[in-house]
């Protein structure tokens, strides 16, 4: 299974933004504890690996996902989406059992997170 599927709209999206960073070489995704659903989402720029990094190359951008966060990125798709009240971007991870209301929290079968009230 491929880990991680970018579209063009957002790798498009992600270039223009890292254009505007100084030293942005990286778009880091990952997961972390938190949220209504115990799992959250993070995007952002990196000026260098890390040592527990694995580097993808997607669309035209180097990719970094660190060992903890690859098993829950599994087959994700990272979209970006624009709309009347602005854009935005938008993940849909086949491994969520659950997710909350606004989408940006979830949970898997393997890892419930660390929930917080909302």
């Known amino acids: 299974m491929i880990l991680l599927t970018i579209t063009e709209v957002a ?12 030293d942005a070489k990286y778009l880091r995704i990952g997961v972390q504890g938190g ?6 989402y993070g995007m952002g720029f990196e000026t260098e690996a890390g040592e ?4 993808l190359e997607i669309e035209g951008l180097s990719v970094l996902v660190d060992k903890e966060s690859i ?6 798709k990272v979209d970006y ?6 854009g935005g971007f938008t993940l849909d ?3 969520a059992i659950a997710s909350c209301g606004c ?8 890892n419930a997170g660390t929930p917080e009230d909302c």
Do not use: I
Not at 52 to 55: A, G, S
Not at 81 to 86: E, F, S
Not at 103 to 110: M, V
């Open 93 to 95: 991870n086949p491994n």
């Open 71 to 76: 098993s829950m990125l599994e087959g994700v």
């Open 103 to 110: 989408g940006s929290s979830f949970r898997t079968a393997t």
């Open 52 to 55: 527990d990094d694995k580097t």
């Open 81 to 86: 989406k624009q709309n009347m009240m602005g």
């Open 11 to 22: 790798a498009n999206q992600v270039k223009e933004m890292m254009a505007g960073e100084e």
């Open 35 to 40: 949220g209504c659903s115990g799992l959250s």
